[in-house]
């Protein structure tokens, strides 16, 4: 079992552009946690939606069931309830209906007490020469460490 879990959404990065982060914590059962501690978890194509503007949810993240589960344990893809602060809710559910917005999870880890946190962003989706942008600019920071490296 590892001690810090911190599974990231790679893509999240690169497909959005963020505008605000949080860290919520998530409703979980015993085999999830279970799952998570042993890294068995994937954000990748996850999202974040509310339902009836009340409560959030995280939606399509996988889980994998837990090897030593019983017939208690959880299904693979679920929606999970996502915790935050009252006021954190209103001010993403009133940002989020704005055109073009949403929220995305970019890391998902677990805190030094051992609880399952998640971090999502108000995101905006890039454009394609956005995107470009981005690789051109990864790979100039790439270039330039080597060269360093190599001065060193």
Known sequence: MQKNINILNKRAR?????????????VLT??????????KASIAESFCE???HTELFLINATIEEYAFGTHYNHKAKSERK???NKKELKKLDKDSDNKGLTIVP???Y???KGLAKIEIALCRGKKNYDKRET?????TKRD????KKEYR
């Open 14 to 26: 690169f497909d959005y552009e963020i505008l605000d982060k949080y860290d919520a914590g998530i």
């Open 144 to 147: 330039l460490a080597r060269i």
């Open 82 to 84: 996502l915790l935050l």
């Open 135 to 139: 690789m051109k600019e990864n790979d």
């Open 50 to 52: 509310f339902n009836d």
């Open 110 to 112: 677990t805190n030094e």
């Open 30 to 39: 015993g085999t999830e946690i279970k799952s998570i501690r042993l890294g």
């Open 106 to 108: 970019l890391r998902l």
